[in-house]
């Protein structure tokens, strides 16, 4: 499992993904939002393009990735 190395620094990978996840069930959001554009250049800045255009596309008619764009 991952360590935070300073005080008080958010938990990193699974850990933060599963402190996300609980406070999400709960009505909250993360402290620290994250622009889904700033997600959507990070991928593709770090995935090879069959990766990036395989997430990045959707599939059928896009009706998650709409889901989605709306509920961020």
């Known amino acids: 499992m991952s360590e ?5 620094a ?3 990978g ?5 402190q996300i996840y609980a406070l999400g069930l709960s009505g909250g959001k993360p402290s620290v939002p994250v622009p889904l ?5 990070k991928a593709k800045d770090i995935l ?3 990766a990036y255009d395989y ?3 959707g599939a059928g008619g896009e ?5 989605n ?3 961020f």
Do not use: H
Not at 14 to 18: K, Y
Not at 63 to 67: G, L
């Open 4 to 8: 935070s190395k300073e005080p008080g």
């Open 10 to 12: 958010l938990p990193t």
């Open 14 to 18: 699974p850990e933060r993904e599963l």
């Open 37 to 41: 554009d700033l997600l959507e250049q």
């Open 48 to 50: 090879v393009p069959q």
């Open 55 to 57: 997430v990045a596309g």
């Open 63 to 67: 009706e998650t990735i709409r889901a």
């Open 69 to 71: 764009r709306e509920a």
